[in-house]
């Protein structure tokens, strides 16, 4: 609760205005006569001292509840057309209760010079039973916008640690593509070497062969066309990844 205090001297006494807020709760009202209703929201007496002796002149339930009406609260920008990444809105909260002629304005201001705990709100005026009040508090104030990601532009937007990173990982990726293919020949190359020159062992000590006839040549003709296939398809599936 917050609660402001505005003294007139009026001989021969004091006129103190006392005005209670809360816009989240309902402030806490004891059972004394002189207090507003339970379920006040904004509350305002008018108190006259003289002498050490206090009197209550007035008691306005400005804005409440009860259990026949209900709060009645609208949040809007004053200038919505300003561009509110620099100082924030200002903002009208107007509350009210149904049936009440009594309603309350409180006009938030940004201010980034504001701690993040409350102040207190001043008064402006109280006319035709509206009280207009104003709070300065940095929670009024917008954040700044943040840049929308374009995925084309990501490499604008990395640091060049970050771009040295993503290229070395690149080249890391493309070197193990290459020896993966690499190492695919190479065994093929082995097996091939090892069967032919095993063949051609066969070949000499079962048929007495000599020359080409040590090479099987069927074999040879079959792993030719499984090469060319391998080739032809791996440039076509190469091709449609981009």
């Known amino acids: 609760d917050f609660t402001l205090y505005h003294n007139i001297s009026t001989p021969p006494s004091i006129k103190s205005t006392i005005t209670q807020i809360n816009i989240c709760d309902a402030l806490s009202i004891s059972k004394i006569k002189t207090e ?22 007035e008691v306005h339930n400005i804005v409440g509840i009860s259990k ?18 620099k100082s924030g809105y200002s903002y009208s909260l107007a509350l009210s209760r149904e049936g009440s002629d009594q309603s309350a304005m409180i006009i938030l201001v940004c201010d980034t010079n ?23 508090t940095v929670f ?24 040295e990173e993503g290229k070395k990982e690149e080249k890391e990726e493309k070197e193990e593509g290459i020896s993966a293919i690499s190492l695919f020949f190479i065994i093929i190359l082995i097996l091939l ?31 030719c066309r499984f090469l060319a296939r391998f080739s032809i398809s791996r440039k076509r599936f190469g091709c449609l990844l981009g």
Request: aromatic fraction near 8%; charged fraction near 25%.
């Open 36 to 57: 507003c209703n339970k379920g006040t929201y904004v509350c305002q007496k008018i108190i006259y001292s003289q002498n050490n002796t206090d009197f209550v002149a």
């Open 68 to 85: 026949k009406s209900k709060l009645k609260t609208e949040l809007k920008a004053i200038e919505p057309k300003e561009d509110s990444s």
């Open 114 to 136: 504001q701690s993040r705990k409350p102040s207190e709100p001043s008064i402006v005026s109280y006319d035709n039973h509206v009280l207009t009040l104003e709070w300065k």
């Open 140 to 163: 009024a104030c917008s954040a700044e916008k943040k840049s929308e990601k374009n995925p084309n532009n990501n490499h604008q937007n990395k640091s060049p640690k970050e771009g």
């Open 193 to 223: 070497a090892v069967y032919f020159v095993g063949g051609a062992i066969y070949n000499i000590k079962v048929y007495n062969a000599k020359g080409f006839d040590l090479i099987i040549h069927r074999v040879v003709d079959l792993i």
